[in-house]
């Protein structure tokens, strides 16, 4: 029987080397879009094609997507020095590649990562994010969209100095004290594309897949989490609040003028989408059919452990 394809960009990113891993179990035939030969110690054992070339680049997007099943654009920019960037990658690229899929894959599952950002639109990433969600919308695919929430697992980079700093007695909250958020961890978001990625979606879909905590969690219950599978017996709270992130932000921004290279993460928005109270995911949006196998404590095991193994903690 031959094996179907399926087509990713964005593979070698933080989810995309968890999504890698995932699919490889379920004997899918990967195609990888990549700037160069990819080598990730989460793909121990894993078989995959490489296709050598950017978001760019049209003649590898064409050989990427070529007869596949479906088709997986996990690639965007989440920091940029100029606002064009985010609507450049983020949505103008995605509405280039879901063009070459009508061309060349049209009968394929087209899967395009959002973030629950694009919900409500308060930062430049976030309007970027839906501007592809309405471009998507308005052509003619089997499309799937995913809105993730704050995403952590091994080897995460943006949940790890908040780990890092309660291992060392320092509870860090960040933004609105009273904000409620959704949490995933990387394998049951990949989990999740998997199942999408064996279904045929006719029509545009948005879904919002979390941990299954359907009120989500505020800082203090995640803290108190963390606490507990760290083995702490107390930590020092400390708050970074609105005053503290746009003074921070001033800071960056006057660095980001003086080094050309620097990119200050909390521009062009980011420090209102971080203040807004309410970041937790519409359960009514999922299937009936999938649940995530990893609650807080052990997706947070789970990651504390692969921070151990790779000498991180």
């Known amino acids: 029987m031959k094996q179907k394809i399926i087509a990713i960009t964005g593979g070698t990113g933080f989810i995309g080397s ?9 004997g899918w035939h990967i195609r990888l879009l990549c700037r160069r030969f990819p080598i990730h110690p989460l793909w121990y054992n894993s078989k995959f094609e490489v296709v050598i070339g950017d978001l760019t680049d049209h003649r590898a997007l064409h050989k990427l997507i070529d007869n596949s099943q479906v088709v997986i654009h996990a690639a965007g920019l989440i920091k940029a020095a100029q606002a064009d960037d985010f ?3 983020n949505s103008k690229f995605t509405e280039n590649i879901a063009n070459i899929v009508l061309q060349r894959a049209p009968s394929s599952h087209f899967i395009f990562m959002s973030s629950l950002a694009a919900r409500e639109g308060l930062s430049i990433y976030g309007r970027s994010k839906k501007m592809a969600e309405d471009c998507l919308q308005n052509k003619q695919l089997h499309c799937s969209v995913i ?8 080897l995460d980079r943006e949940v790890f100095p908040v780990i890092k700093l309660l291992k060392y007695g320092f509870g860090l909250a960040v933004g609105n004290p009273l ?13 999740f594309i998997c199942y999408l990625s064996q279904k045929k979606s006719e029509s545009f879909t948005i879904y919002e897949p979390h941990d299954g905590k ?11 989490e963390l606490r507990q599978t760290l083995g702490k017996r107390y930590f020092i709270r400390i708050n970074c609040n609105r005053f503290i992130l746009r003074f921070y932000d001033y800071l960056q921004s006057i660095r980001q003028i003086l080094t050309p290279n620097f990119v200050n993460i909390l521009g062009h928005g980011k420090i209102d989408e971080i203040l807004h109270p309410n970041w937790v995911c519409d359960t009514k949006s999922m299937p009936n059919d999938w649940h995530p196998s990893l609650n807080l404590n052990q997706g947070l095991s789970r990651t504390i452990k ?5 000498g991180w903690l």
Do not use: C, N
Request: hydrophobic content about 40%; overall charge negative; glycine content about 6%.
């Open 18 to 26: 968890h999504l890698v891993q995932r699919l490889a179990q379920d």
């Open 147 to 154: 809105r993730a929430p704050a995403v952590y697992g091994e």
């Open 87 to 89: 609507y450049k990658i």
């Open 306 to 310: 692969g921070y151990q193994m790779a």
């Open 179 to 191: 904000a409620r958020f959704s949490l995933i961890h990387a394998a049951d978001l990949s989990d």
């Open 214 to 224: 359907t009120t989500g969690y505020s800082w203090t219950e995640f803290l108190e």
